[in-house]
């Protein structure tokens, strides 16, 4: 079946523009986690839901970062102004249910801020 | 909160040989325990797993032991093949929501 997809593959910015994030999670998936991979690391924890809540954001580096998923599905990470330290890739990630499983991800958002 | 620490950062073994992976974590309430493998520019992908109530799991290739004692837990690839070149993550779950922290990675490679 389909995994978690993600869009746009490629984000190129200008510094103090707005950019938009989509994740397409795989069907019937509970929980919704959003990192950031910067070149060479693991990924660092931005946010999760389950279904449309959102549970934790502790991992948001500043006000500038939103992420949503109003209908329990589709995923959004907004990001307003961006700066050149917010370049990095962005993973989506999904789980089937609560509990300690196994989360699928999608294949990234590459974002570089100019 | 949870850290988890994992050496080495780089690991160069021939093809053939065995690799393994050492990670160590600080949260003794942390219970699973997954093994992530990242190919360049791909997705992370669970290779392995184990929980807090098993002490070592294999599938073929690759096992897993935990020492839940020591708080630390490894990755053993045998028989390496060039197709195992790639970046390797380690991380413990942690609070309600099982949320993951990560290893800094071992990119792993295979000399033929």
């Known amino acids: 079946g389909a995994g978690v997809s993600q869009s746009p593959r490629y984000k190129v910015a200008k510094r103090g523009q707005d950019v938009a994030l989509r994740c397409d999670p795989i069907?019937?998936?509970?929980?919704l986690f959003w990192y950031q991979q910067a070149l060479g690391q693991g990924p660092e924890f931005l946010t999760y839901?389950?279904?449309?809540?959102?549970?934790?954001k502790s991992g948001l580096p500043s006000d500038r970062f939103f992420a949503e998923r109003p209908e329990g599905s589709v995923s959004t990470l907004k990001i307003q102004r961006t700066q050149q330290e917010d370049s990095a890739v962005y993973l989506c990630?999904?789980?089937?249910?609560?509990?300690?499983?196994?989360?699928?991800f999608g294949p990234g958002t590459r974002l570089t801020v100019l | 909160g949870e850290n988890v620490e994992q050496h080495p950062s780089t690991l160069s073994v021939q093809e053939g040989d065995s690799a393994v992976i050492k990670c160590t974590y600080s949260?003794?309430?942390?219970?699973?325990f997954p093994w992530y493998k990242q190919e360049l520019g791909k997705r992370p992908q669970l290779i392995i797993d184990?929980?807090?109530n098993v002490g070592e799991k294999k599938d073929q290739r690759i096992a897993v032991t935990l020492n839940k004692t020591a708080k630390h837990f490894s990755l053993h690839i045998t028989e390496t093949q060039p197709e195992d070149s790639a970046v390797y993550f380690c991380?413990?779950?942690?609070?309600?929501?099982?949320?993951?922290?990560w290893g800094a990675g071992t990119k792993l490679i295979i000399k033929p």
């Open positions: 990630a999904s789980r089937e249910r609560e509990g300690p499983n196994e989360q699928f």
């Open positions: 069907s019937g998936h509970v929980s």
């Open positions: 839901f389950q279904n449309e809540a959102q549970l934790d």
């Open positions: 949260d003794s309430a942390s219970n699973y």
């Open positions: 184990i929980r807090s």
């Open positions: 991380a413990a779950d942690m609070d309600s929501n099982y949320q993951l922290i």
